[in-house]
């Protein structure tokens, strides 16, 4: 499995700010996700993270509204831009293990209200 | 294309009671099969998954889930049902064919309420 923390775990935002998401992994890993858990639904995936290249998104995210910084193996930021309160939801990075790299294993998730 | 249908968004059981939570999956290739669980604010834990191996998997907390082809279906069960098993649960698909687990898509979840 993995050891992987988020900051901040919850947090209240006001219309118009921004939030950034930190996503820290106990070891390297190649491939870092971004997903998205609105209230009372299923998770959607906003985006992968590689380090070295630019993040891809799925149909639905744009770049302008969840900018994500890859450094390096073991650290990712998404940001939450210019928030309305359809953004209220939770977020959680993930990161592939396993033998065949198969399995994804889930951060604590941050909880984001936007008022 | 792959898609996940859990069958019941709700699901209450008396403790004690046998623990079934429907999955089918739709893909066009061998998938990949997971279960996860979220327990009220946190995130989601693995409790098994299905790579191509055994079709009965067993996972974490008593839970197994068994692959069955023809029936499309990856239902999850756990004989006995404890108070702390009350979450929500998730199942999950990706094609075996990438290698990877990027594709992963998610059911839209079921929650498991346990009765005293």
């Known amino acids: 499995s993995a050891v992987i923390s988020q900051k901040p775990s919850r947090d209240i935002c006001q219309r118009g700010t921004s939030l950034t998401i930190q996503c820290q992994v106990d070891?390297?890993?190649?491939?870092m996700f971004w997903y998205r858990q609105q209230p009372g639904q299923s998770l959607t995936l906003i985006a992968t993270?590689?380090?070295?290249?630019?993040?891809?998104?799925e149909s639905g995210f744009v770049i302008d509204k969840f900018p994500i910084s890859r450094p390096n193996l073991t650290f990712s930021t998404l940001t939450v831009s210019n928030m309305s309160p359809e953004d209220s939801s939770i977020y959680l990075c993930?990161?592939?293990?396993?033998?065949?790299?198969?399995?994804?294993?889930f951060g604590p998730g941050t909880r984001l209200t936007v008022l | 294309a792959q898609s996940v249908t859990q069958l019941g968004s709700h699901v209450s059981v008396s403790e004690g009671a046998l623990v079934l939570l429907r999955c089918n999956y739709s893909s066009s290739v061998p998938p990949y099969l997971f279960w996860y669980v979220q327990y009220p604010n946190q995130g989601l834990q693995l409790l098994l998954k299905y790579t191509s191996a055994a079709t009965l998997v067993k996972g974490i907390n008593g839970f197994e889930a068994e692959f069955k082809k023809s029936e499309t279906s990856f239902h999850l069960t756990k004989p006995s049902a404890h108070m702390s098993d009350a979450a929500e649960y998730f199942c999950a698909v990706s094609l075996s064919a990438s290698g990877s687990a990027r594709q992963l898509t998610f059911g839209s979840g079921t929650q498991l309420t346990v009765l005293p």
């Open positions: 993270a590689n380090q070295g290249s630019e993040a891809t998104y």
């Open positions: 070891s390297q890993v190649t491939m």
């Open positions: 993930s990161v592939v293990r396993g033998r065949r790299g198969d399995t994804q294993y």
